[in-house]
């Protein structure tokens, strides 16, 4: 890559986050999947290889449907609670826990469903075994990443950083992903099993 080239690609990034965002996602999404696969026993040699398909569908996911809904999230929670105050930051933190958090855990299960070429109605069923198990962790450890981001990391980073912070999140979303539904641990199935009941 040449000189000009490289300083085209940064001048880019820095006037537009969301691309910057994009190819974060598209980075690290792709590379969570394969870390939950090699957890699951995939390698490269034995029979149980890697499923490349499968990473190819977290980064396409990642980067063209995650980045730009989180990118115009913190655009929206910006212009409604400008400002970087803790007060400020308390209430963005508050506002995504209960709104954004579970419309992102929803499309998840529902849009990587569909990317597998599952039914309309395989879709929902996923949402509705696997959203309260993955909410009950999410709840437990993003809103302290969120008030972090808020209130710490300048607007223009915003995404790239929650992006880097996704990679642990993202392997524990493909772990969840690739559960059967009797395989989801007790301790988060409990609140499920009763809504589903």
């Known amino acids: 890559m040449s000189v000009w080239s ?13 691309l910057r965002g994009m190819g ?35 980064g396409l996911y990642g980067s063209c449907y995650v980045a730009p809904t989180i990118y115009t999230w913190f655009t929206i929670a910006s212009v409604v609670w400008p400002g970087t105050t803790f007060k400020v930051a308390l209430i963005k933190t508050f506002v995504e826990t209960i709104t954004y958090t579970p419309f992102a855990m929803c ?5 990587m469903s569909l990317l597998e070429r599952k039914s309309f109605d395989e879709a929902v069923t996923e949402v509705k075994t696997k959203f309260w198990p993955t909410y009950k962790v999410g709840a437990s450890v993003w809103p302290a990443v969120a008030m972090f981001n808020f209130y710490f990391i300048a607007p223009k980073n915003r995404v790239p950083f929650i992006s880097i912070c996704s990679l642990i999140w993202t392997c524990f979303l493909a772990y969840m992903k690739h559960l059967d ?5 007790l301790k988060l199935k409990d609140k499920s099993a009763r809504l589903n009941a």
């Open 6 to 18: 490289k300083n085209a690609a940064v001048t880019i990034f820095k006037k537009y986050p969301l």
């Open 24 to 58: 974060s996602y598209g980075i690290i999404w792709p590379i969570s999947s394969f870390i939950q696969q090699t957890f699951e026993g995939k390698s490269f040699e034995s029979e149980n290889r890697y499923d490349w398909w499968r990473c190819a569908r977290y």
């Open 107 to 111: 499309s998840f299960y529902f849009g």
């Open 181 to 185: 539904a009797e395989n989801i641990p």
